[in-house]
């Protein structure tokens, strides 16, 4: 446990480039993290797209109470403290912001908000592997990193690209999500992978690391993030809501820290000989 901070895991969701889904994965691993018993909290670190506000339903305008002239209270939304960087700086502030800012706003966010004792940290990156994302990772004691990608090359290649940076950072790769995986036709219901298929597979051989989940492209993701009720939030168990609690609980097991499998404490066995 990180005292200072209070969480325990920070997990960085990343992506090479950005509209694969590191924001819609984010806040609704997070809700499916908090269903399983956990402590959660969410940090928007995507400074040049922040979206973690809208997507939560945080209202617009919603500033996080200050203690002591320093200290954050984060804003609580679906049962997860979140904060963002996106609610202290505006984007077009942000876009004339030399690295050095970025990654001294970053440290502010992180270290000074009141988390309490989060079993779980997820960190919206912004994307890319440049100078701030290395930065970053380097700021805290990182779990380990979820990179997101769509079934696509040019994705592909952007997600081999966030992989290496994690790696030389000895940040451990929690596993590859390929997000749009399949089109879940809203008519009918079929699933078809209309960007091709087995792309995250191939990557998770090529770095020895794990395709740890696969989320549909699915019209009801995308409308419930956009009214600021993610999916999860919305209906537990909605076939797409349903990925993102097997991300969760793989996620989870990867960390060795799966509540719920210990929720009911040891088995005993008695043997009768
Ligand atoms: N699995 C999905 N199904 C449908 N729409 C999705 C899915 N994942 C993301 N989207 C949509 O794609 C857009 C980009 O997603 P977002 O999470 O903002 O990407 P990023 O954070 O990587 O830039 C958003 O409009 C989002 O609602
Ligand atoms: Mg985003
Ligand atoms: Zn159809």
Known sequence: MNQLNGFKNLVCVASGKGGVGKSTTAVNLAI???NLDNKVGLLDADIYGPSIP?????????RPKIRDKKYMIPIESHGIKCNSMGLLVDE??????RAPMIISAFNQIL?????????????????????IQLSLTQSAKVAGALIITTPQDVALLDARKGIEMFKKVDVPILGVVENMSTHVCTKCGHEESIFGSGGGDRL???????????????????EQTDSGIPIVAFDPSHSAAVGY?????????????NKKADAGGPTITIHND
């Open 32 to 34: 499916a993290l908090s």
């Open 54 to 62: 809208l997507m939560m339903g945080v209202p617009p305008g919603t």
């Open 92 to 97: 077009k502030t942000a876009m004339v912001w």
């Open 111 to 131: 270290n000074d908000t009141e988390w309490e004792n989060l079993d779980y940290l997820v960190v919206d990156m912004p994307p890319g592997t440049g100078d």
């Open 204 to 222: 998770a051989l090529e770095y020895g690391v794990e395709v740890i989940g696969r989320l549909p492209l699915d019209l009801a993701i995308r």
């Open 245 to 257: 609690k097997g991300l969760a609980i793989k996620l989870s097991e990867k960390l060795g820290l």
